[in-house]
């Protein structure tokens, strides 16, 4: 997921869809460690998304609690990689910056109503689940593969509330990868 | 999917098994997986059969929702099914079940609810046990379509729709 969470985070920026890097090129000596270092740092960084929209104040009261919750599963989500790269020797990780975050997401400052919000968390949790799902080809670690499947089950929840809230059908397809809008 | 299974990309797709199991011919490879994928399409027999139960105890958007995830569990007990006899084995026959009574549509959800999570478990447990990765990538996103099955039913229930940050069902 090294090459596929980078050129995620730049595609999730430009607002487009992820587009992710065929499994063979990911392949390196190391491929457990890098997936889930990436995976933490795109969930930290999504965290802090999400908490930043959570502050908008023209937001209503219900999205504002809505994002504070998926913020929070991000985080948790984050430490969950985190604690599993520790445990492989990955060395601990920096906080995400405010820099950061506005170097990745610039639209973010932007969005004021519940559409846009909306929007920007359907295109996130959509490029997540891509990328977790691509994580199922790579990671050969039986409980890695289940953190990783836990984590998909969660963003796929994510999506179907954003759609919903949205007034959209929540569960267009049965196969939930993060594919279809 | 399906198509991936065919041939000579069945080579192909056998990159990723999990570390821990012992190296296998493609033959015993696809002998495992098949058997791992027919248990999950019992499951999925169950809850068609289940959502057609669930559904006679629910009215208006209730029923409309469960309509809609039987629908969901058909398509996946078709892939599942599909992959089974690609990889040569036999797909389950499709059993009779008994479900408790469901007198209130609140029992329905609630029931409904536990079946979802109980399918969710099973991915997640089934997931290292299969060496196919693109088998493996199927299961994940049926796991993460069930999951949005229990958001949902959740809504329906007046509940938290996403009370834990790692879903992993509940047997």
Wanted: net charge positive; with cysteine; hydrophobic share 50%.
């Amino acid at each position: 997921m090294t090459a596929t969470t980078r050129r995620g985070l730049l595609v999730l920026a430009a607002g487009a869809p992820l587009l992710l890097a065929a499994p063979a090129a990911l392949a390196d000596g190391n491929a457990n460690l890098t997936i889930l270092e990436d995976g933490m740092k795109l969930k930290q960084l999504i965290g802090l998304a999400y908490t930043t929209l959570a502050a908008e104040p023209r937001l209503d009261r219900k999205l504002r609690e809505l994002l504070t919750l998926f913020a929070g599963h991000e985080r948790e989500h984050a430490a969950a990689l985190l604690k599993q790269a520790e445990y492989l020797g990955g060395p601990p990780a920096p906080e995400p910056t405010r820099e950061r975050l506005a170097r990745v997401f610039p639209s973010l400052s932007t969005l004021r109503d519940a559409r846009a919000a909306l929007g920007f968390v359907t295109t996130i949790e959509r490029g997540e689940l891509q990328a977790f799902y691509a994580a199922q080809h790579r990671l050969d670690e039986p409980r890695l593969l289940q953190l990783a499947a836990s984590v998909m089950c969660s963003d796929a929840q994510h999506l179907a509330l954003a759609r919903e809230a949205i007034g959209v059908n929540p569960i267009p397809s049965a196969f939930e990868s993060g594919q279809t809008r | 999917v399906l198509a991936s299974l065919g041939g000579t990309g069945a080579a192909v797709i056998l990159g990723g098994c999990a570390k821990n199991t012992p190296v296998k011919t493609q033959s015993e490879a696809d002998a495992a997986d098949a058997q791992v994928v027919a248990s999950l399409l019992e499951q999925e027999q169950r809850a068609i059969a289940a959502y057609a139960h669930v559904a006679r105890a629910l009215s208006g958007k209730d029923r409309a929702l469960a309509k809609q995830i039987a629908a969901q569990e058909r398509r996946h007990a078709d892939l599942l099914s599909g992959i089974v006899k690609r990889l040569g084995g036999a797909p389950p026959a499709e059993s009779a079940f008994s479900f408790p009574q469901l007198a209130r549509g609140a029992d329905a959800l609630r029931f409904a609810s536990d079946l979802e999570n109980s399918s969710i478990a099973l991915y997640i447990d089934a997931l290292p046990k299969i060496a196919t990765a693109l088998v493996r990538g199927t299961a994940a996103s049926i796991a993460a379509n069930e999951a949005q099955h229990v958001a949902l039913l959740a809504v329906a229930q007046g509940l938290p729709p996403a009370p834990v940050a790692l879903v992993v069902g509940r047997r």
